[in-house]
């Protein structure tokens, strides 16, 4: 059984348009994340939720919406798709927000924004 | 700022030789210190961690890490690469200060070639 998965894995999409991907893991973690990982690899940290509350939301333009229906869900919709949004998106979860604990990564969603 | 850095972009190495991944990290307060592995079209996953204690950590796969508090550095190490470790690795911190998040590097591309 996949611990976190990520659909879909891969979204192409015209620049203006509005998208969505989902995430849904089943560890029974309390905290989901989503990251954006850059054509260089670089990869950084966008929103945390945990038990469904947002606990970090770093400088993400506010065309990113995150959304937790349940705590084994996170989904990330984003408007007005820009070129500079094309990149690969993690979603991942930890089994509580405190940070000693580990992080279990979904195999990523590749957007291309055309 | 916090930061990590991964000095080496690439490192190419031939099967069944020695590797060292190098990773510095700047903070004045304590940090627990991660290494993640991600192969080639998938996530990130755990190899090993620093939080307290004995600073000759040992990981999955054959992979261990020394922190030295000292030099601020936290390199990863294999007496023996195998073509499979051939991989993207990344460092992550995160700075016991403030919010509750992991602080990638840039990553290193570790090239095993028979």
């Known amino acids: 059984d996949t611990a976190v998965s990520q659909t879909p894995k891969y979204l192409v999409t015209q620049m203006g348009n509005d998208k969505s991907i989902k995430c849904e893991q089943n560890?029974?973690?309390?905290?989901m994340y989503w990251y954006k990982q850059d054509s260089k690899k670089f990869l950084k940290i966008m929103f945390s939720y945990n038990n469904k509350e947002l606990i970090i939301n770093e400088t993400v333009p506010n065309r990113f919406s995150p959304k937790s229906p349940d705590k084994a869900h996170l989904n990330l919709h984003i408007n007005s798709l820009e070129l500079g949004d094309s990149a690969v998106y993690f979603c991942?979860?930890?089994?509580?927000?405190?940070?000693?604990?580990?992080?279990?990564f979904g195999p990523g969603t590749r957007l291309t924004v055309l | 700022a916090q930061s990590v850095t991964q000095l080496d972009s690439q490192v190419p190495v031939f099967e069944e030789a020695p590797v060292e991944l190098r990773c510095n990290y700047s903070s004045s307060v304590s940090v627990y210190l991660f290494w993640y592995v991600q192969y080639p079209n998938q996530g990130l996953q755990l190899l090993l961690k620093?939080?307290?204690?004995?600073?000759l950590v040992k990981g999955i796969n054959g992979f261990e890490a020394e922190f030295n508090k000292s030099q601020t550095s936290f390199h990863l190490r294999k007496p023996s690469v195998h073509i499979s470790d051939t991989a993207e690795y990344f460092c992550a911190v995160n700075i016991l200060l403030g919010t509750d998040k992991l602080i990638f590097g840039t990553g290193t591309r570790l090239q095993v070639f028979p």
């Open positions: 560890l029974g973690h309390d905290t």
């Open positions: 620093y939080l307290s204690g004995s600073t």
């Open positions: 991942a979860s930890s089994a509580s927000s405190t940070s000693y604990n580990e992080q279990f």
